[in-house]
């Protein structure tokens, strides 16, 4: 079976997750409060995960990192496949990165980059390019 992996779309309280397996196909979609996204994601074999940066994203990729994920963090403005949807809902925008996620569309983030302030200098990040 192939590695499966996840797009999130993080919000202040909440994050709507979506699953895909290697052919692309939905294994799962759900929204949860954002402590429960490690719990919902050990019941799964998920070998990578995305996340479009934003302010509300450091204490959840700080926590999926600790527990040994993988976690990409893609730029709003480079990711033009999400923000160029005609259509805009946490499902679409959680499943649009998990695509990317999937598709390998990675490099390292740029340094001197936001998040880079209140991440360690120490911690991997990979940036995902749209």
């Excluded at 963090?73 to 946490?90: G, M």
Aim: glycine share 6%.
């Amino acid at each position: 079976m192939s590695a499966l992996v996840c797009g999130l779309d993080v919000h202040k309280d909440s994050t709507y997750a979506t699953i895909l397996d290697g052919n692309g196909k939905i294994v799962s979609q759900k929204r949860m409060g954002n402590d429960l996204v490690p719990s919902y994601l050990s019941s799964f074999r998920v070998d990578r995960i995305g996340m479009e940066s934003s302010n509300q994203i450091v204490p959840l990729y700080r926590l999926l990192t600790k527990n040994g994920y993988d976690v990409s963090v893609s730029h709003p403005k480079k990711t033009r496949y999400i923000a160029e949807a005609k259509i805009k809902s946490d499902r679409v925008d959680s499943k649009a990165i998990a695509e990317l996620v999937r598709l390998d569309a990675r490099a390292l983030i740029p340094s001197g980059f936001e998040i880079m302030t209140r991440i360690p200098f120490w911690t991997e990040i990979h940036f995902v390019w749209g």
